[in-house]
């Protein structure tokens, strides 16, 4: 392995200094783009389904493309990847902040996830090369502690930023970031390059995407469509029996090619840790996103919370969480990473559960403190033993390939959460509406109810409006209204609004909590460390993984 000069003097926590403001600013935009849903909503008049596309065109593409950008790496280098990705991704916010409406957005925020895609995977080969084995828990302790802290400052910044200054410079903040990490990356971290050529499986790429694409899509548009006909014959069950199809396919098309550079080779699951793993990430994203989603438009739709007051409220979580994760990384060099991480899902999932317990339309924004508590300390009891115990085994010359599939199963999970909690939400909501907006409609005169609740019943189909000050859809009302039983009217709305989507919430909280405790009990199936296999992995000689060239 030849190095030159300037990158023999690389310092290692200087390049890990680079790849976390890269991951920073990743993290960040997703946790402020949370906080400013409701304010993106009413500002783009948009509905819950489109918005769930704002979250979505980031997050699909960042899942379909994560395994391919690990390997475009292996054949072009990490550095190159990670630069070119930056790039795109500030372009990206760029567009984001710029757009006028919500197709604009959804399309700028699909570029935005093009350039996480293209740079989050190169991490990883960059600390199996640079760091020795006894020292990579350090590292990966330091991105999990910088994750929490993007984690905190994202419903707390984003919420000042949205109530000060408006949804748009959520996005405007990345354009700094952006330049300073891509100037970093171009001054400090050293060029790795592959000592073999590698091959890009195309039709897998295309396999995979559609696939990802045609489940996503009849999840969050399926309410709109009653979870019938889209056009002619295509209907939603069809469009997402052809997504799982295609995804199929691409496991079989995986399976022919395990000697011709598979997107996915099958060898790195024969390590059972790494599984597990997997699962336990897919777990977590799924149940991060399954509870950030519909709580901070809970706090700000139905409690009635600033952008920064809902972040205020949330703080607590990712706060305990930065506690937490040092102690969780100094204990993982004393006891096995599993009985760390089997207690910290034990207790996000107890967090999650009394959160859940405490939602109702009426209920104080300081009440939901201690399980938000619980859940960050248990949270930071998570991220390092996953890692440590997924990579413990890992070979460095898998290392590109494996954390594309590690981040794309964690990513998988956030977006079927945005999805599949999305949808999930939207028909408990639009059951919840239906049957509050019947209960309320005894107030009103005869003649104005049954407008008053088919106003609420056609919501879903029309767009199902979650914004601040919103009731759910437009509200309908007779010809010769007074203005007297209009305002009661649109008082009952908000009520109707505010009861039913408390009502909605609650159950819907119930599917990331349940996959947390399968997660969970999922970590009892760890195994120990073998001696031998630990004594090859800290051997010198495997701890680059390619050539550092000029």
Known sequence: MAISNRQAQASPWAVLGVLMLGSFMYLLDLTIVNIAIPSILAGLHASLDQILWVLNAYSLVFAALLITSGRLGDIFGPRKLFAVGLAMFTLGSAGSGLAQDPTWLIGSRALQGVGAALASPQSLPFITSLFPADRRGGAFAVLGMMSGLAVLAGPTVGGFIVTQW?????????????????????????????????????????????????????????????????????SIPLIIAAGVLLLGAFLVSQALRQDREPLVPFAL????????????????GFAMVGLYLPLTIYFQSVLGLSALAAGLTLAPQPLAMMFSS??????????????????GLVMFAAGTGYIDWMARADAGRWSFVPGLVVAGIGLGFTWVPAFSLGTRDLRPELAGVASGIFSTIQELGAVLASAAVGALLQNRLALALHAQAVQRATQLPAPVRASFVTSFNTAAQNGLAVGQGQTGGSLHAPAGVSAQVLGQMQRLAETVFTHGFADALRPTLV???ALILLAAFSCLAVKSAAPQRAAAVARPELLGAGELVS
């Open 511 to 513: 599917l990331p909590l």
């Open 166 to 234: 408006g949804w748009r410079w959520i996005f405007y903040l990345n354009i700094p970031i952006g330049i300073v990490t891509l100037a970093g990356a171009l001054l400090v971290i050293p060029d790795l390059r592959p000592g073999r050529r590698h091959r890009l499986d195309l039709p897998g790429v295309a396999l995979v995407t559609a696939g990802l694409l045609g489940v996503v899509f009849g999840l969050i548009e399926g309410q709109r469509y009653s979870w019938g006909t889209v056009w002619g014959w295509v």
């Open 326 to 343: 040092p102690i969780a990384a100094g204990l993982s060099q004393r006891v096995s990473g599993k009985y760390l991480l089997l207690p």
């Open 269 to 284: 699951f024969k390590d059972r840790n790494l599984t597990l793993m997997a699962g336990v990430l897919a777990a977590l």
